[in-house]
């Protein structure tokens, strides 16, 4: 019955952590979409009429256009192609889901952040509930993975090693997987799908996996690359098994 | 000891990036002002393709940290000053990624740095914690002696350290925040929560303004308060964490 009620435990958690992550992810785009529509737009209208203009720009024309450019680089707008990248929007679902999880595991790589007072608040409190409800998550998570590893010393035992020796050896055994799966192997395969060479995979397998998150590198955010479709619900669940071997190394 | 071991590993950090990054900063600046400044400058037919090109190149030298200001890009991101912020976010796990190292080597000093730095930096969260948690239990204590009243006194202890906590870590500094940076106090609060949960998106930093004038104790006080923020943060969440599990 103790078994039951645990796995029931266990069930309930990683549905609560994906609702968790859904709701956040609409209440994220609901609030964003329209203010990053208005800003697309401007710097559209921006564009077009400097282009117009060209040959008539005083230089203080040109600084403006400049810091106007650079206001909408900061807003994450980047006015480069035509109209067909109004369709396409930083706050559609996935990428939307994608920031509420880089919310709540502290990674926060920052290219998407709310910019509305409304999305900036909201974001607080979904953290503030998101982070524990993460590390829990992690937890258990961590705890499976755990049970591998006893499961290989229990095999040892039996082969009739000494429990030092076993320990040391799960321990290694651990490390050299876990470095292997989470971090050599996943910067391999960025290479086939990012194009970043294999220092810069590793490079940011690290910083996220770390949580540091700088956001220099993300996954999926090359504009001339084709992703297929579960890519990023790959790369999700490599992060949540790599943070939560991290998150075990440190308590061993 | 601790204390110590932590402010000059982060030093040594920031000496090594400062090192390591400023040159090829230097380079990529030049590149872009002679690149596209000039050209833009020389040339008055600049047709659509063209501009595209000035925009990507635009948006490349800003993600590299760069920024065009007049006939000038504002330099001075790798100095040590800024080295240093840099890696107190680097071990904290912040990881702002306005500045992050673009040369192999910094990226590599970067990794192996953050590999002893964090743990490092968890010691001494928890060190502070467990400092903040005795000074609370020791009032209680004290309260209980005083005013004889047993239970009563944890609980309101507790309350009390939160909200001081809270106060001090979380309410009052947007305020500095608003004078100092000009962002509005929801801002501020925005950024203060953003950066003591290490998720540090960015987006906002201090000392990042290059019209505003900052004193000189202003990065040294905004350090301590990360730190301590983190840890009474991390405290916090712990005890959210025993509540759910």
């Not at chain 1, 996954?219 to 619900?233: A, E, I, L, T």
Request: aromatic share 16%; hydrophobic share 50%; glycine share 8%.
């Amino acid at each position: 019955k103790a078994m039951f009620s645990g796995k029931l435990q266990t069930a309930l958690l990683v549905a609560g952590y994906f609702v968790y992550l859904l709701v956040g992810a609409a209440v994220f785009q609901a609030l964003e979409r329209t203010a990053e529509k208005q800003e697309k737009m401007a710097a559209a209208q921006m564009k077009e009429v400097f282009l117009r203009n060209f040959t008539q720009l005083t230089a203080a024309e040109m600084e403006q256009f400049m810091k106007n450019l650079i206001e909408a680089i900061q807003n994450g707008v980047y006015p480069v192609g035509n109209e067909s990248q109004f369709e396409e929007s930083n706050w559609d679902f996935s990428n939307s889901f994608f920031f509420a999880g880089t919310v709540v595991s502290t990674i926060g790589y920052g290219t998407l952040h709310p910019k509305t007072a409304g999305g900036q608040i909201f974001c607080v409190f979904f953290a503030l509930f998101g982070i524990p409800l993460n590390i829990v998550f992690l937890h258990r998570v961590g705890k499976m993975l755990s049970l591998l590893c006893k499961k290989l010393g229990k095999f040892l035992y039996e082969k009739g090693m000494r429990k030092k020796k076993i320990k040391f050896l799960t321990l290694l055994f651990f490390l050299a997987t876990g470095i292997l799966v989470f971090l050599c192997l996943p910067s391999v395969f960025f290479q086939i799908t990012e194009g970043w060479s294999y220092s810069e995979g590793i490079y940011f397998a690290f910083i996220t996996l770390s949580t540091i998150g700088f956001g220099d590198y993300v996954v999926g955010k090359q504009p001339d690359r084709k992703y297929f479709s579960y890519y990023r619900v790959l790369v999700a669940i490599w992060i949540l098994f790599g943070l939560a071997w991290i998150a075990l190394l440190f308590n061993l | 000891v601790l204390l110590a071991a932590y402010v000059g590993y982060l030093g040594l950090g920031a000496a090594v990036l400062q090192a390591l990054e400023r040159p090829a900063e230097v380079q990529a600046a030049e590149h872009l002002l002679r690149e596209h400044w000039e050209l833009l400058a020389n040339h008055t037919c600049l047709q659509g393709p063209a501009l595209q090109r000035l925009i990507e190149g635009i948006i490349r030298a800003y993600k590299s940290g760069i920024t065009l200001q007049g006939n000038t890009t504002s330099l001075g991101r790798w100095d040590y000053s800024g080295s240093f912020f840099f890696s107190i976010s680097a071990i904290t796990t912040i990881g702002y990624g306005n500045l992050s190292p673009s040369t192999a080597v910094g990226r590599i000093f970067c990794i192996v740095f953050a590999l002893f730095g964090i743990p490092l930096n968890l010691v001494l969260l928890n060190e502070i914690g467990q400092l903040m948690l005795l000074g609370v239990q020791h009032c209680a204590r004290r309260l209980e002696e005083v005013f004889h009243w047993q239970n009563k006194a944890s609980f309101l202890i507790k309350t009390c350290a939160l909200v001081i906590g809270l106060l001090l870590f979380l309410l009052l500094p947007p305020l500095l925040f608003s004078d100092k940076e000009g962002w509005s106090y929801e801002e501020g609060f925005y950024y203060s929560f953003i950066t003591l949960s290490t998720i540090g998106f960015g987006d906002y930093v201090i000392g990042m303004n290059p019209d505003r004038t900052y004193p000189s104790w202003y990065k040294n006080v905004i350090s301590l308060w990360i730190l301590f923020g983190m840890a009474w943060l991390a405290l916090v969440i712990k005890f959210c964490i025993h509540l759910l599990e």
